[in-house]
């Protein structure tokens, strides 16, 4: 029998910018993540557990990133639903550019250069970890992963402003990079 290392991720968020997307106003929806928050940091840990662990197995069998990738789009009009937000449409330009940059942020983690004072995008790398308490019985694995590359960035008012924008001519694209230690997610979006 494996021993099962638990491991405590802790998120931080710094709050710097508006409150206008803080976690009292706009919580975490997740469907496999709750958060634990004060005044200045969020953990985030699995809705049924106190902790991650690191036995992968179950998610080592089952990711695959080009499911995941096809479902960013559903799931980001899902996320702005949940939010009382207008859905919006995918920019097949920026999502190239975004698959594209979520394999440099493995290793580079910087944001891009923007093509314009419109752009806006939001980076994160996750820790495969942070989905290791995900089984069978909670649905597809990979719609599920998709889903949490947005819920992520709740509780960032900063990144929360990007997604949430409810400017009709924003245009958004998306992008992840599966390895077996990171999810990455690059979402741009500019004013078309």
């Given amino acids: 029998m494996k021993n099962i290392f638990l491991v405590p991720i802790l998120f931080v968020i710094t709050n710097v910018f508006s409150q206008k997307y803080d976690l009292n106003s706009h919580p975490l929806h997740s469907d496999v993540w709750r958060s634990v928050y004060d005044d200045s940091t969020t953990e985030v840990r699995p809705k049924n557990f106190n902790s991650f662990t690191l036995d992968l197995t179950y998610l080592e069998s089952k990711i695959n990133p080009t499911k995941i990738q ?23 330009t920026l999502t190239l550019k975004s698959i594209e940059y979520s394999k440099y942020i493995l290793s580079n983690f910087v944001h891009s250069k923007r093509d314009s004072k419109r752009s806006e995008e939001a980076i994160c790398t996750i ?21 949490c590359c947005f819920d992520i960035f709740v509780g960032s008012p900063a990144h929360m402003s990007i997604l949430l924008n409810e400017d009709p001519k924003r245009k958004y694209g998306f992008g992840i990079t599966v390895t077996s230690r990171n999810v990455s997610i690059v979402v741009q979006s500019d004013v078309k």
Avoid at 129 to 146: H, L, P
């Fill in 70 to 92: 096809s479902y960013l789009f559903e799931s980001f009009n899902k996320f702005r639903t949940d939010y009382g937000v207008p859905i919006t449409e995918e920019d097949s």
């Fill in 127 to 147: 820790p495969m970890t942070m989905f290791s308490r995900i089984s069978e019985k909670d649905g597809d694995i990979n719609k599920i992963i998709a889903d």
